[in-house]
Each structure stands twice: as C-alpha cells, then as structure tokens.
C-alpha cells in the first residue's frame, strides 16, 4: 500500500522543543542543532543502513565567498554573534524562504506539495550572517520516489554583499573512510592522491573538472565509496573515539548536478587521522570534504544520494 502524505514524512510537529529534523521516515534525513553535534553544520541520517537514530553519516558546511575575495566563510568554525562564546553560525528552519531570511523559534514543519507528479518535502535553513557580510539561505528538498535523496541549493539573501561562490561541503567521509572517488573513466583513490600523506592536517585538495565526471544526459555524477569488504573488522587506534568506528552496512555516496556550469569542479581533500584528534585513520588516508564548486547562481542545487552496496 502507498505511503499517505502524513506517514511518508519525517518533520516536527510544530511544538518549540520538538527535534529539528525532516525528510522520509525509512530514507535519509537532514537535522540542525540542537540536534547534539558541531554548530554550523546541516545533520545527515541514514537510518535504512542499520543506524541507531542519533548515527549520522556526513555534514554539510555552508561555506560562501564574497566578490573579490579569496577566504570563504565556514559555518561549523566561525563564532557565532548570536551564540556568544560558541563556535559555529546559527542555524534555522522556516516553511518559506522570506522567513528564513529572519530566523525562527520554534522548528518549521516543512511544506509538502506535488512537483512534476511527485510529492515533496521543503524546509528552509536560515543561516546566521557570515563576518563577511555574506548572508545566505539553504533549501532542502525531499522526493517521495526517491527516498535515499535529497536536494540542497544555496540562496543569496537581499542583505547579503554579492558573492563568487557559495559551497555546500559534505564535511565527513573519513566515518564511512570514503577512498575511491568514482569518475568518468577511471576510480581515483586517495592513497595514489597523497602516498606520502599524514599526520593531523588535511591534505591539499585535489580538482575534478566538470569534463572528468561522469555524465547522465546533461547532469553531472560523481560517487565515493570506500575500500574495504569487511569495514566492521578493522583495528582502531586504542584512542580512537568510539562515534569513528564504523557501523551499519557499507554504501556509496553521490552528488549529482542535473544542470551544471560550465566552470564546475569536484573538489576533495584527506585527512590521515580522524578529525579533531591524532588517531590513525585504519587502512591510510581517506577522503573528508568534499565540494561542488562552480560560479555562484542563486538556487544552484545538487542531489546528494545515499545507497547501501
């Protein structure tokens, strides 16, 4: 029996202290703080791959570069004006976009409406203004015939100083220890990346352009999965914190541009130990960011896929 609207989706119920969390209730799901994490970062949850509720599977950093400058923006790492003392924008959600531009108390439920025949789910994150001066939203969007996907596009507000680019950076491949970057004709991996990489820093980044990934139509594609057959039974370092050890089933993750630019890059970086700590990555390097990047175009969007292998 189809799925009804009411039990399709995952969103709040309206309530100020309800969990800020939506998307399909058997797919994949986006949460904001307070939801317990870094601040600044959009929450992604695939609970369909064996996951305990709070188990999430990556980040997304919201990360915009005015005009005429070289230094982005970084939401999980730039104090936060509204939150004194704390580390991390402010984030928060509303049913419309004008109301995201001006923050919100209580979690928004999410508008549901039919698009091209299917029904959708959309939620706005506002972001807190950057230091400088730039001033974004985030739509998030969710397809009920594609329940382990969901859309994310970046928005100027009317406040904001004009901007070069504004990257959504999935920020956490190193829990999944995403190795193999899948492209047009040919799998990269990080260990032929950086052979030499290690100790706590991220490697330099490594650039794909738009003609090296691969292509459905006029979208671009481009996957990461990782190495091991058997994830579950590695070694850890004895100090490595247990919410690193890998746990569910194995999968791959996809970012697809249905309509990309011209000057569209994939980008990755590496980090040899676990994040915030000196910890060996079991098995080397693996890649940690990950980044669409291309000319800054109010609502560019692409779609990000989580699917058990």
Known sequence: MPLSSETRWLRPSGAPDDEP????????????????????LLRVFTPYLDHPRERLINFIAVEPIPQGETQRGFS?????????????????SADDAQAAEHGGDAPARGVTEVVDGVETLTVWIGVERFDSGADVRVRVRFFADRPHE?????????????????????????????????LADRIVTAGELWPDFSGTAFAEHARFPLA???????????????DEEDPWSVEYAADTAEHWRFLGRRAVQTWRVDDPHPELEAVVNARWSYWASASEIPGGPAYENFEI????????????????I
Do not use: C, Y
């Not at 939150?83 to 928060?92: A, I, L, Q, T, V």
């Not at 928005?155 to 956490?172: D, E, G, K, Q, Y």
């Open 293 to 308: 990047i291309e000319p800054f175009r109010q609502g560019a969007a692409f779609r990000f896929s989580v699917a058990e």
């Open 212 to 226: 090296e990934l691969s292509r459905e139509g006029d979208a671009a594609i481009v996957s990461a999965t990782g």
């Open 150 to 182: 969901v859309e994310v596009a970046g928005f100027a507000n009317a406040a904001s100083v004009p901007l070069s680019h504004l990257i959504l950076t999935a920020t956490m491949g190193n829990w999944a220890r995403l190795r193999r970057l899948h």
């Open 76 to 92: 999980e790492l730039e104090p936060s004006s509204l939150d004194p003392g704390e580390r991390g924008k402010r984030f928060w």
């Open 21 to 40: 969390r939506w998307g399909h209730v058997d797919g994949i799901q986006i949460g904001i703080p307070p939801i317990p994490g870094p601040g600044g």
